[in-house]
T-cell receptor, first 108, second 116 residues
């Protein structure tokens, strides 16, 4: 399978701060998605981004497929951004491989 | 349009009992996935359906686990003779799969299983 490493594992921010989360993967992939898992356990799609850059409000993501990494940027963080952020990748077939996540806590 | 729904949301069962989880995917999504997540870990793939065909199964899916999607719509995941190690959240996801945007997978809220 594909190894997916996320960093940092834990992050504590003051409200209003910016952050960058990283996802490294061990093989070429044809699908990469970022998710936010809320305190109730639901995984919410943030981005489908196998390559390139996308932005959605205060969030943006960049994937450099040739170098096998993706970055998730959170600007002007809010307490509602707290939770665990997962990167998931797929090479071929149908199985997505998830990292162990970055746990984000935003303090008021 | 409703999202992926799972039932029950929580289940406590005694070791050795059988449990069944149900997943209703997003309407018209032909791809359906089951994942398992334990505390502090990312979700792990269990199995995948395209329409009613089960096309891929993980080694994690022991012979005590069985999944079906009889009419290509809802799916069930049954665990027989539950063990304490089966305690986890079981996640269902679906995707459309026919277009680039259809490669996005959408997860349900999960079914928490506690085996006592």
């Amino acid at each position: 399978g594909i190894q997916v490493e996320q960093s940092p594992p834990d992050l504590i921010l003051q409200e209003g701060a910016n952050s960058t989360l990283r996802c490294n993967f061990s093989d070429s992939v044809n699908n990469l998605q970022w998710f936010h898992q809320n305190p109730w356990g639901q995984l919410i799609n943030l981005f489908y981004i196998p390559s390139g850059t996308k932005q959605n409000g205060r969030l943006s993501a960049t994937t450099v497929a040739t170098e096998r990494y993706s970055l998730l940027y959170i600007s002007s963080s809010q307490t509602t951004d707290s939770g665990v952020y997962f990167c998931a990748v797929r090479k071929a077939g149908n199985q997505f491989y998830f990292g162990t996540g970055t746990s984000l806590t935003v303090i008021p | 349009d409703t999202g992926v729904s799972q039932d029950p949301r929580h289940k406590i069962t005694k070791r050795g009992q059988n449990v069944t989880f149900r997943c209703d995917p997003i309407s018209e999504h032909n791809r359906l996935y089951w994942y398992r997540q334990t505390l502090g870990q990312g979700p792990e793939f269990l199995t995948y359906f395209q329409n009613e065909a089960q096309l891929e199964k993980s080694r994690l899916l022991s012979d005590r686990f069985s999944a079906e999607r009889p009419k290509g719509s809802f799916s069930t995941l049954e665990i027989q003779r539950t063990e304490q190690g089966d305690s986890a959240m079981y996640l269902c996801a679906s995707s459309l799969g026919r277009t680039l945007s259809g490669n996005t997978i959408y997860f349900g809220e999960g079914s928490w299983l506690t085996v006592v």
